[in-house]
């Protein structure tokens, strides 16, 4: 008896997935990997990297995010049909996130005072790259289909609108006072989001 078409072609988007996966996987691994490798040269070294609490709420939800970011897109496997430009644009923004975590904590801090000079003085990069990610989770959930889209409720365009327009703030302001507080809140609002929507696949 001959497998169905139907069958057949989820079997081949299932085997392009995985194929997809793996460079996902790469980047995802190489971001987790910088982050924790500079968590543990502040605990090695907490003399030499001062630690700025914010600069160090951000390095956390970075992340979070990037697990987040493996655990959601597990659903583009059975949710879309696969193409090169599917393909790049997510590759894109698995990259867009390693970026992120690079500039979150840099090699060096010989040119800077401490982490909390760091993180002023390089806030502008950070945070429109941050917005970015946000603008372009738009489009990655779109294109799981728009009803997927709409499942989320409206709490999800206001959420991704609110991020953004904190980053906006946060790249003009210095202010200590709002980039605290803007970082719990992001972080509280991050950890909260995945706890209602992604503790299943």
Known sequence: MQ????????????????????????????????????????????RRYKVYSVHLLWALFMFSYLLWFWWWEYRLSHLVHWNFNLY???????????????????????????????????????????????????????????????SFGPEYVLRNLLYIGGCVIAMITRSPRYHATFAVLALLYQWLWIAREFETL
């Open 88 to 150: 790049f644009f997510v590759a894109l923004f698995a990259l867009l996130l390693y970026l992120l975590c690079a500039l979150i904590f840099p090699e060096s801090l010989d040119d800077y005072a401490d982490y909390r000079d760091y993180y002023y003085q390089r806030r502008q990069w950070f945070f429109g790259l941050l917005a970015l990610v946000f603008v372009v989770d738009f489009v990655d959930t779109w294109i799981k289909g728009p009803a997927y889209f709409h």
């Open 3 to 46: 497998p169905s078409p139907h069958a057949s072609d989820a079997a081949s988007m299932a085997t392009v997935y995985l194929h997809v996966r793996v460079l996902m996987g790469f980047v995802v691994g190489l971001g987790l990997t910088h982050l924790l490798r500079h968590f543990a040269r502040i605990i090695e070294r907490p």
